[in-house]
């Protein structure tokens, strides 16, 4: 049986969380997408206000996956959630139980953190995923279509409207 320890990413890890979002994007089919770099990683997860938290999942003292998440905010429930941005774990790592322990590790951290619920987004084709997040009690919800505004379209917006006054 194979030793999964989980613990918090520190700012040295910041290059082995970017080899993962990128071997991720590969496995998304969507490597052309990722515009971060290792200093990005560090900057954005180590680097004070801190908004988001990684965690290393090592197999047998080996770096086999990560998971980041931020905290997310329900108006209907009043209280914090959490947002699993990524999970990953390699291919040779597979089936061994890590990415559960993954998921275990962050839902034990919403629960200490008062959160109500964590959330998460799967791409439609993910059949493994699908099937370990609905094993776990997990519920698509389908009735919510995810929206993004983002790069150029983004920063026109943007411009196009108010500020916020001071």
Not at 1 to 18: C, F, K, W
Not at 75 to 104: F, N
Not at 128 to 152: F, K
């Amino acid at each position: 049986m194979a030793d999964i320890s989980i613990r918090p990413a520190q700012r040295g890890d910041a290059a082995l969380i970017h080899r993962f979002i990128v071997d991720l994007a590969i496995y998304e089919r969507a490597e052309h997408e990722v515009e971060s770099g290792v200093a990005d990683i560090e900057r954005s997860l180590f680097d004070e206000p801190r908004s988001s938290a990684a965690l290393i999942c090592e197999v047998d003292g080996k770096p086999a996956g990560f998971a980041v998440y931020f905290a997310s905010y329900s108006t209907w429930l009043g209280h914090h959630g959490i947002y699993l941005e990524d999970l990953y774990v390699s291919p040779e790592y597979r089936g061994l139980g890590a990415g559960k322990r993954l998921l275990h590790a962050v839902a034990g951290i919403a629960v200490r953190e008062g959160c109500r619920r964590m959330e998460w987004s799967v791409l439609d084709w993910n059949e493994p995923a699908i099937r370990v997040y609905e094993a776990i009690g997990a519920q698509p919800q389908s009735e919510w279509t995810r929206y993004r505004l983002a790069g150029d379209a983004l920063l026109a917006f943007a411009a196009s409207g108010n500020t916020i006054s001071a």
